[in-house]
């Protein structure tokens, strides 16, 4: 997402200094049972389909009031890695996975590292049985539109 076309919920919060690394969908599947790695799902009216086993939802547009309370939780319970998702990881997922990183930038903390998970839910789901089935609420139904998205951009 380009910084010129900022939607209108996050203009109202300051603009990510940081970036953070994106995390292979792969690497996220082979650590999800691990304590050390939490996972937020950032979608709001989107949240449909199904989620990733575990994953949190703090929805972006009320995230950045919150990232604070997230640092907190996860220093107290340890956890190493935070990665944000949304839809694609394009928009919502890398804007919050910055906040976060701006944030514990701040702390001058070491120890937490913010992720965005390359692909998003669309990229997990597009990665077949062995990501679905570790999702919750997972409904086939719903991923056949992006198929069909899928199939009419490669054909333009």
């Not at 940081?18 to 937020?40: F, G, K, M």
């Not at 009031?65 to 839809?87: I, P």
Request: charged share 20%; hydrophobic share 35%.
């Amino acid at each position: 997402m380009s910084e010129s076309k900022v939607p209108s919920w996050a203009a109202a919060f300051p603009s990510p200094r940081s970036t953070a690394p994106l995390i292979a969908r792969e690497l996220v599947l082979s650590d999800l049972s691990s304590p050390s790695l939490l996972t937020i799902d950032v979608r709001r009216t989107d949240y449909e389909g199904g989620t990733i086993r575990g994953s949190l939802n703090l929805p972006a547009h009320s995230f950045y009031m919150n990232r604070g309370v997230l640092y907190d939780l996860c220093r107290r319970a340890g956890v190493k890695q935070v990665a944000f998702y949304c839809g694609s990881s394009n928009g919502r997922g890398p804007r919050c996975s910055a906040w976060f990183a701006d944030y514990i930038a701040e702390k001058g903390d070491e120890q937490i590292q913010s992720l965005t998970l390359a692909g998003g839910i669309k990229g997990w789901v597009k990665g077949g049985e062995r990501f679905t089935s570790e999702m919750d609420g997972y409904e086939p139904e719903y991923w056949k539109q992006f198929e069909q998205d899928q199939a009419q951009a490669g054909c333009q």
